[in-house]
């Protein structure tokens, strides 16, 4: 099925389009031809008939030898007493005596006596049977060959000669369908090139590479207007899209002086309590705001501002980083796996998926348990394994999407929703894949893995 695919195309395919739209009118013409073909012999067939019975009676001759008995005929043969061949022979000397054959009457010699030496003459017998005279010359003796039609092989005869006149034709028809067939293969392969490439440069515009468009140099002019209509609808998502980013960064940033003015104001309360709740207050909002910033930045990451990263050294910072809190709650971190491992990317935005990651780990992981950061060489990435409760699989997935908090159990999380949505986002910005998987033993298991193509 898949080399059918390959040849002519999947379901709705246009290359399939093409080709059945193309069979279908080699068989409208094969049939058309052979209309012409029946038709042509038909009206030919009377002129075919008369060759036929010509060439017949030249054979007759070149088989006659005066000097041997009979004129060397055996006319016991079949061909000159049988009655199932399509042709009766009949061979007179030039006085009209028999020498082999049945066609004897005197209206039959009347004919061939005026015949003329060398030339074939119709001779008219009964009913719709055909007849052809030849007079001729051998050794000073002449003999006239008569050869006609037989009444019960003239259809078979007829089909026997479209059958033969078909038979002729079939190969050219067979030919050129071979030919026409190659030509639209080829044709329909050069035609959709570059639809292909279209397809091959569409996929690599994404968020990393939001300003490329589709090449409308190499495309047919058919085709041209569609992709420039394309392409100015990337302009118009790019341009929304640019203007979101800009939107949150731009309020993220700018809520940080007045989210500064208010932690000065709490600071001057007297009441302890209160001063205490309100400290809390700011800083989840201070954290939601960072959190902003950091997917806003992940958002705009371009590959041209990538430099080679180790994996391993981003794993050590973070553990150094969050060590402190984490040994503050009961828990510890570790760094384990391949000691030195290079990626393009951006350092700053890697740390900070990882450390929302390990973060999380932490939050879930009951205390006196470890969480442990495992980097990975082949392919690269990063493992964050902790003993939690687990994440249940419907949550899996969902999330990665941003202000998804989940449901789960034994969490106090006062999160904001998008510590994960970073993670996906810096995810796809360096073409990797974060998963969330079941750990062996109880716990969780994720998953930043670079693609082999990154």
């Known amino acids: 099925m898949k080399v059918l695919h390959r040849i002519i195309g999947p379901r709705r395919s246009l290359k399939r389009s093409l080709l059945l739209n193309i069979l279908a009118a ?3 013409c094969i049939l058309l031809a052979g209309a012409v073909i029946i038709k042509e012999f038909y009206e030919h067939l009377e002129e075919n008939i008369e060759d036929a019975l010509t060439d017949e009676a030249y ?15 055996d006319a016991s043969a079949l061909r000159y007493q049988g009655i199932e061949g399509n042709y009766r022979y009949t061979v007179f000397d030039d006085g009209g005596d028999l020498i082999a054959g049945g066609e004897t009457s005197g209206e039959i010699w009347r004919q061939l006596a005026v015949t003329t030496l060398g030339l074939p003459h119709p001779i008219a017998l009964l009913g719709d049977r055909r007849g052809i005279g030849l007079r001729a010359r051998i050794v000073d003796q002449e003999v006239v060959i008569l050869v006609s039609t037989f009444p019960k092989g003239n259809n078979e005869t007829r089909f026997a000669s479209l059958l033969h006149e078909l038979e002729e034709e079939i190969w050219w028809v067979i030919l050129g369908l071979v030919v026409v067939l190659t030509s639209t293969l080829f044709a329909t392969r050069q035609a959709l090139s570059p639809l292909r490439s279209l397809s091959d440069q569409a996929h690599q ?14 495309v047919p002019a058919e085709i041209a207007p569609l992709i420039g209509d394309v392409n100015k ?36 309360i007297t ?80 740390t ?19 969480v442990e950061i495992e980097v990975l060489a082949n392919p690269a990435g990063w493992r964050v394994l902790d003993r939690g409760a687990g994440v249940p699989d419907n949550l899996k997935t969902a999330l990665f999407e941003r202000f998804n908090r989940g449901t789960l159990a034994n969490s106090n999380s006062t999160g904001s929703g998008i510590g994960l949505a970073i993670v996906k986002s810096v995810a796809q910005s360096h073409n990797a894949t974060s998963i969330i998987q079941d750990r062996e033993g109880g716990g969780t298991a994720f998953s930043f893995i670079f693609n082999a193509s990154a």
């Open 26 to 28: 080699l068989c409208f």
């Open 59 to 73: 054979e007759i001759v070149s088989q006659i030898d005066p000097a041997r008995a009979h004129y060397g005929l």
């Open 205 to 218: 515009i994404g968020p990393s590479a939001a300003g490329r468009r589709l090449d409308v140099a190499q």
């Open 233 to 268: 609808a990337f302009d118009r998502l790019e341009q929304g899209y640019q203007a979101q980013r800009d939107f949150s960064a731009n309020v993220a940033h700018e809520i940080r002086t007045p989210i500064a003015v208010l932690r000065s104001s709490i600071d001057r």
């Open 271 to 350: 009441d302890p309590e209160l001063k205490t709740m309100l400290t809390q207050d700011v800083d989840q909002l201070d954290r939601i705001f960072a959190q902003l910033i950091d997917l806003s930045r992940a958002d705009a990451a371009l590959k041209t501002s990538f430099e080679p990263v180790d994996l391993h050294s981003v794993a050590v910072q973070v553990a150094t980083d969050l060590a402190q809190s984490a040994l503050r709650s009961g828990r510890s971190l570790s760094v384990t796996g391949a000691k030195k491992v290079l990626v393009e990317g951006n350092a700053g935005l890697l």
């Open 352 to 370: 900070i998926a990882l450390s929302n990651v390990v973060r999380n780990a932490l939050q879930y992981t009951p205390e006196a348990s470890e």
